[in-house]
Structures are given as C-alpha cells and as structure tokens.
C-alpha cells in the first residue's frame, strides 16, 4: 500500500466500528468511513469530545452535529499548498488527504522531466492535483463539472500563492470536454482521473464506473501527447480493483507509447495503532524516458 505519511495538518488519530476519529489542523471531527469494520476500544476522549460529528441515516445521507460553531472554513497546508476545509452536507470536508501521496509523485515526475508539461486534471474537484502540479512548474487544465467546486479549487490556489501560475479553469462535462480537445488537436503530457463511482448524465442516464472506466480511458488517450509523461487515475469503487485498474491503463496505452503500469492501495496512517487505513486505489502509467526504445 502506497500511504499519505507526510502530512502535518492532518492526523487520523483512531478509528472503530466504522468511523475515524481526524484532526484537521485545530478541529477535531469523527467521520464515517465504510472500511473500518473493526469494533476496537475507543479510549481516546476525543471520540467522545469532538467538534463534529457526521451521523449517517439509516434512509440515506446523514447530517453534522457540531460540539461548538466551527469557522464557516479554515486552512490547512501540506508543503506549499494551502487548502480551504468546510464540512460539507455529505461527510466531506472538500480535500481526500490521502491523495498527498499521488500529489508527491506527480510533483516529482514533472519537476524531473526536464521540459515544459501539459497536465489534464478531469473530475478535478477542488484542486489537490491541480496545485501539486502548478506548484511542481506544469501548466494545467482543470475540469470539472461543478462550478461550485471549481471557485474552491481557485480559492485553493489564491490561498497557496499560485493564482498566477498557467492554470485554466473549465466548468464542463468531462467526457465532452476530452472530445472537444481531440477535435481542436490540444494534447497533453499527463492525464489524472479522479472519476465518480456513480453519477448520473445530464439526459438522466445512470453512469457507473466499473461499467465506462475503459472508454473513459480510451477517449482520453486520443489527447495525449507524442511523449506522454504519466497517466494516473484514481478509484474509491469497491467493486473496481487497482489490478483490474492496472489493465486497463497498459491495454490501451502501452502497445501505443510502451511505458510500465503500476497499480496498489493507497491509504492513510493510524496514529493509535500504527496501521495504514486503506483510502482508495490507484492505478498509473508511465511513459519511457526520451532517447529509450519502446
């Protein structure tokens, strides 16, 4: 498992009987989280003493019970990004910390690149992977469908000193911006994926991950570019393994561009226990290196 281990704003101190005990900064809150089946003893008061917490409902959905009036957002920063956290009306808080560790490796793979690099952030939400790579020298373009979670992706960059670095803000259905860009002939080094487990189309029609992950796939790889530097996309679908992921990247981009795929669990240290809660997958592609065979 590939695990976020870097953090300093951010701590899972403990977790049981499906909830996690997290501080965010200063605000401590305690969250549902569908994994942690194990029913360990809750010893730290915090569990008992926190400022919020989400409780599910048993008809769907859930709501917040706050301890104290929590600032309507508050900052946290993980190196040089600075990120806006709110709880919002289903358990999120606007950033999956977890993430850091595809942050890190992005960051370095554009910084060691040696050239100038294109990134394609779809699905992009409030703009984790947009930051690292503006932060890392890449010009971005960040997509996502809601315009409410593209102001807080914008509001992110203000607040980590990067408003004026080379990013484009789009508000747009995924899947026809990607088309749209074929079209125009714009072409990307990188690609990262970040795409709902279930959603539905702007006609009503149900779209499911596991059932589009590979057209998905093979529609964006029609925007990347001669000398594609990754290609990294990220699963929280029980039901859609990183192996499977894995596949799905080497069949549709290796026997065109050559490369390796990697693919694991990432996941989240447990100050309590010393163990690493799984978050999500990954999957990734890599391009060779300029001047190696294919």
């Known amino acids: 498992m590939r695990t976020a281990s ?20 200063k605000v401590s809150l305690v969250r549902p989280d569908p994994q942690i089946i194990w029913k360990t003893d809750r010893r730290d008061p ?5 400022d ?18 929590l600032p309507e957002s ?3 920063s993980y ?24 942050w890190d490796f992005m960051a370095e793979k554009i910084r060691g690149a040696g050239r100038e690099i294109n990134v394609l952030n779809l699905f992009a939400y409030t703009g984790g992977a947009t930051l690292a790579c503006a ?35 789009i508000v747009d259905d995924c899947e026809k911006f990607i088309a749209r860009e074929i079209r125009r002939g714009r072409r990307y080094d990188a690609v990262i994926m970040d795409p709902p487990s279930y ?55 290796t026997e065109k561009f050559g490369g390796e795929v990697s693919f694991d669990e990432i996941g989240l240290p447990v100050q309590s226990t010393g163990m690493t809660l799984p978050c999500g997958s990954t999957a990734i ?10």
């Open 199 to 253: 959603g539905r189309g702007p006609a009503g029609e149900v779209w499911k991950l596991e059932d589009c992950v590979y057209d998905l796939v093979k529609l964006c790889s029609g925007v990347l570019s001669d000398d594609p530097l990754f290609f990294l996309i990220n699963s929280y679908t029980t039901g859609l393994s990183p192996s499977v992921m894995g596949y799905i990247l080497g069949s549709v981009l």
């Open 46 to 50: 915090l569990w008992k003493g926190a």
């Open 135 to 169: 932060e890392a020298g890449a010009n971005v373009c960040h997509v996502d469908a809601s315009k409410g979670m593209v102001q807080w992706a914008r509001d992110n960059a203000a607040a980590s000193g990067l408003s004026d670095k080379p990013i484009r803000w």
């Open 285 to 294: 592609w890599e391009g060779s290196p300029r001047g190696q065979s294919r």
């Open 6 to 25: 870097n953090w300093k704003d951010y701590v899972i101190l403990d977790t049981s009987d499906g909830e996690k005990l997290e501080k965010w900064g």
């Open 74 to 76: 508050w900052k946290i």
């Open 52 to 69: 919020g917490h989400y409780h599910r409902s048993n008809k769907g959905g859930g709501e917040w019970e706050f301890r104290k009036r």
């Open 79 to 102: 190196g040089a990004l600075t990120f806006n956290i709110r709880p919002t009306g289903f358990k999120h808080t606007g950033l999956f910390p977890e993430q850091a560790v595809n």
